[in-house]
C-alpha cells in the first residue's frame, strides 16, 4: 500500500505529502488501537478525513483530473481497510460502501460547494440540484470581525417577579408547521402578544430566534420604561448570545439590537425551565403552538447550515450511488449484488452482508 500511495501526481498537489502523513497516522493508531476498529471510523473522520480535505478551497478546481480523483479515493483504502478489516485484494470502490464512508472526491466537491455558497454567495450545481445562496444562511468568519465588535449578552437564571414589563417567548412545532409567539405581562397583566407562522422547513431553534426579535421589535415600540425582563426557555439561542464571536448573522443582529436599545432601556434576559408551572411561560407556550396552524406562512427563513450540510450530503450519496450502480470494476461487482444501494449507515451494509452469506 505504502508503494501504491507513491504516485506521480501534478505539479502543486499536496495529495502526496498527505499520503506520507496518513501513513504514520495509521500506523500509530494501528499500534494502540489495533483491537477496536470502531475507534479508526473515529479517527478517520475526526483527523484523516478533515486533513486530506485541508485546502480543497485552492486544490478543488483538479478535481476534474481523473488522476486526482483516483488519488484522493487512494487514500481511503488503508483507514478503510482497518476499520473494516477487510482482505488486501478488495476494490476501493467496494471497500468505500462495505465502510459505509462517501468517496473522498464526491466528499471534497461537496465541501468545496458549501464553501462557495455560504462564504462566496456563489450559486452552485451539485449533482443534479442547483443550490441558491440567497436560500441559506450565509456564515460570518469570526475573525474578520474586529475584537471590539466581538459582545456577549449574559442571562441569568431568576425567576419572574411580575414587576415591570415582562415578555416572554418560544418556539413551536407541531406536525411538521413551525411557529413562534411572545406574550407581554404589564405587573403580571397580559397586555400584549403576537404569533407568527414560519416556513415548513424552519427549525425550532430558527422559531426561538424568532421569538427574541419580536420581543425586540416590541420594546423598538415602547418607552424608556425603567426595566425589561426577557424570558425564554431556549438555553441554546441565550448561549449563542453570550458567546463573544458568532458566525451566524441573526444572533449578531440581535446583540446589536439589545445593545443600542439598551442605552434607552433596561434590558435583561432570562432562562426559564420549560414546563414548570410558571404562567407566563404557560402561556406563550400554548400561543406558539397555536400560531403553528395559522393558515398563511409569515416568515421564510433562510435554510440553516446543517440542513445545507443534509442537503449536500443526500447529493453525494446520490451520486456515489449512480457511480456504483454504473461501476464497470470486476472486483466490486460481487459486492454490488450483496449491497446495491450504498449508504453510511455501516451497520445495514453488513447485515447485509452477513445475510447473503
Do not use: C
Not at 464571536?245 to 434607552?264: F, H, P, R, V, Y
Amino acid at each position: 500500500m505504502d508503494t501504491a500511495l507513491d504516485l506521480p501526481l501534478p505539479q502543486g498537489s499536496h495529495i502526496q505529502a498527505y499520503a506520507d502523513d496518513i501513513i504514520v497516522v495509521i500506523r500509530v493508531a494501528n499500534e494502540f488501537y489495533s483491537k477496536r476498529s470502531g475507534l479508526f471510523r473515529k479517527i478517520y473522520y475526526g483527523a484523516i478525513e478533515p486533513y486530506l480535505l485541508f485546502g480543497v478551497r485552492a486544490w478543488s478546481n483538479r478535481l476534474k483530473l481523473k488522476k486526482i480523483r483516483d488519488s484522493l479515493n487512494s487514500l481511503q483504502r488503508r483507514p478503510l481497510i482497518k476499520i473494516t478489516k477487510a482482505y488486501l485484494t478488495i476494490s476501493t470502490e467496494a471497500l468505500q460502501v462495505i465502510a459505509g464512508v462517501v468517496p473522498l472526491d464526491i466528499k471534497a466537491k461537496g465541501v468545496f460547494g458549501k464553501f462557495l455558497l455560504t462564504a462566496i454567495n456563489n450559486d452552485i450545481k451539485f449533482g443534479s440540484k442547483i443550490f441558491k445562496w440567497e436560500g441559506y444562511e450565509t456564515r460570518l468568519d469570526p475573525h474578520n470581525i474586529h475584537p471590539a465588535d466581538n459582545i456577549s449578552i449574559t442571562y441569568d437564571k431568576h425567576k419572574p417577579s411580575g414587576e415591570e414589563i415582562e415578555i416572554y417567548t418560544d418556539g413551536s412545532k407541531i406536525n411538521d408547521q413551525v411557529g413562534a409567539a411572545i406574550v407581554v405581562f404589564y405587573y403580571n397583566a397580559e397586555i400584549f402578544n403576537r404569533t407568527i407562522r414560519l416556513s415548513n422547513f424552519a427549525t425550532v431553534y430558527q422559531a426561538e430566534v424568532t421569538g427574541i426579535q419580536m420581543a425586540l421589535e416590541f420594546i423598538s415600540t415602547i418607552g424608556p420604561w425603567n426595566k425589561v425582563n426577557l424570558y425564554t426557555d431556549s438555553l441554546s439561542v441565550l448561549e449563542a448570545l453570550n458567546t463573544f464571536k458568532t458566525s451566524k448573522q441573526d444572533i449578531l443582529a440581535i446583540k446589536n439590537d439589545i445593545l443600542e436599545m439598551s442605552k434607552e432601556k433596561s434590558i435583561t434576559l432570562h432562562w426559564i425551565p420549560a414546563d414548570t408551572g410558571i404562567q407566563g411561560n404557560e402561556i406563550d407556550d400554548n400561543y406558539a403552538k397555536k400560531s403553528t396552524t395559522r393558515p398563511n406562512i409569515e416568515k421564510i427563513p433562510k435554510k440553516s447550515f446543517k440542513q445545507l450540510k443534509n442537503a449536500i450530503s443526500n447529493v453525494q450519496i446520490q451520486i456515489w450511488q449512480e457511480r456504483w450502480a454504473s461501476s464497470t470494476t470486476k472486483n466490486g461487482r460481487h459486492t454490488e449484488k450483496l449491497i446495491p444501494a450504498v449508504s453510511i449507515h455501516t451497520k445495514k451494509n453488513l447485515v447485509i452482508l452477513l445475510y447473503n452469506f
